[in-house]
């Protein structure tokens, strides 16, 4: 199988920062894109930033400037950093990934168990 572990999320004033880690293990071959995705109540799941094994990312209009995604590919690690958060930024975020496994040698979308971040002062 494969593990999502995510952590790092909390509460935190506007304007303030944090620092979200997902890291995944388990029946691994190769990962392809990692990345995170938020959800808050009435509304629809949406793309926060993702980052492929080459490094290449992609962000939301609304986080551009703001958050930066790395990526420790010999960890199968990806960090979220979030500086000059809103109250809009306010959700749960769910790491995802891209995993060629290596017991069924199939590829799948895998899904960590969120983390909540709520920015208000």
């Known amino acids: 199988q494969v593990r999502l572990v995510e952590s790092g999320g909390g509460l935190v004033q506007p304007g303030g920062s944090l620092r979200l880690s997902c890291t995944a293990s388990?029946?691994?071959?190769?990962?392809?894109?990692m990345g995170w995705y938020r959800h808050d109540s009435g509304k629809q799941r949406e793309l926060v930033a993702t980052?492929?094994?080459?490094?290449?990312?992609n962000y939301a209009d609304s986080v551009k400037g703001r958050f930066t995604l790395s990526r420790d590919n010999a960890k199968n690690t990806v960090i979220l950093q979030m500086n000059s958060l809103k109250p809009e930024d306010t959700g749960v975020y769910y790491c995802?990934?891209?995993?060629?496994?290596?017991?069924?040698?199939?590829?799948?979308?895998?899904w960590g168990q969120g983390t909540q971040v709520t920015v208000s002062s």
């Open positions: 995802n990934a891209d995993v060629w496994r290596n017991d069924t040698y199939r590829r799948g979308d895998y």
């Open positions: 388990g029946s691994i071959f190769i990962v392809y894109t």
């Open positions: 980052i492929t094994s080459g490094g290449s990312t």
